[in-house]
């Protein structure tokens, strides 16, 4: 059933960041062209686009707190507006630890979502293994993962994936058998997973996807192979815009920090990351600055879309 109310498909790419034209910035050059004549601007440093239909700029993923940004605080901030950097009176790498958790587990956008009434998913796909290493301590919850169990609905899994009901986190599947050790999962093209994704949304009021290959080829610092991917996550985004925005709905793409966009360094950036929002609601975005910014203006334009079909729990 299609979701009446407003409908957000939440895109998060690990480890993008905008920055000027250079060699060494695998985003020069068109690579991401698609999506690019979709904006009317690169995505370079200085985005800068505004129409009724599209927003696009850079967000500050630093928080104000001194230091290269990092995945723990900035996926906590970017799930929960929380400043999680200066909470914990720094910037935190990797995977949530307890403090990061407990905010997490209190509140981020997919629980709130949940627990109005508004039908919310995650669109990427699971394993078993996965699940096992978390259970044996070998292995700790992304902030994704623990926004998902905070909120209590089911994680999709590889059979869903093959069903088409899911989305693997390299966009083509290429990595599922390195991975998990699955060959029965075929390799898929990314329009064919764009179509995927924007069925997921067409049936909830927000719905999360999340790719780290970005942020994995950043710090290898390979131009050649992150341009690669780029042309990818392109075909996929630029489909997946046009898929979405038909049906509709409204499509926020984001970061927690820059990386791929400097292959000088295998270090993070304090670039700011991109904003980009394709659909009716994209003008709610236009106050936003910083990746903190960004669970708000999701929860106020489903929150409104709830209320309008009898879901009062929203508070908006």
Known sequence: MVWPGNRICFVFVDGIGLAPTAPTNPFSGGTM???????????????????ADCLA???DATMGVPGLPQSATGQTALFTGVNAARLCE???????????????NQDNILK?????????????????????????????????????????????????????????????????QTRTGRED?????PEEAARHLAEIARDHGLVLYETFMTDMLGHKAQVGEARDFLSVLDRFLTRLAEAVVEDGGTLVITSDHGNIEDCATRAHTTNPVPLIVFGPLAGAFAEARSIMDVPGCIWRCIARGAVRQGHPKTDC
């Open 33 to 51: 062209d698609g999506l690019e004549k979709l904006i009317g601007r690169p995505i370079l440093a200085g985005l800068s686009a505004r129409r």
């Open 57 to 59: 700029r850079g967000i």
């Open 90 to 104: 720094g910037h935190m790498p990797a995977f949530p630890g307890r403090t990061l958790t407990a905010v997490i």
């Open 112 to 176: 709130r979502a949940a627990l109005a009434g508004i039908p919310v998913t995650f669109a990427n796909a699971y394993s078993q293994e996965y699940f096992a290493e978390i259970a044996g301590d070998s292995r700790a919850p992304s902030a994704t993962t623990l926004s998902v169990m905070a909120a209590g609905f089911p994680f999709r899994m590889l059979e869903d994936l093959v069903a088409g009901r899911a989305v693997y986190w390299d966009i083509t599947r290429a990595m599922v």
């Open 185 to 189: 999962v075929p390799q898929t093209e």
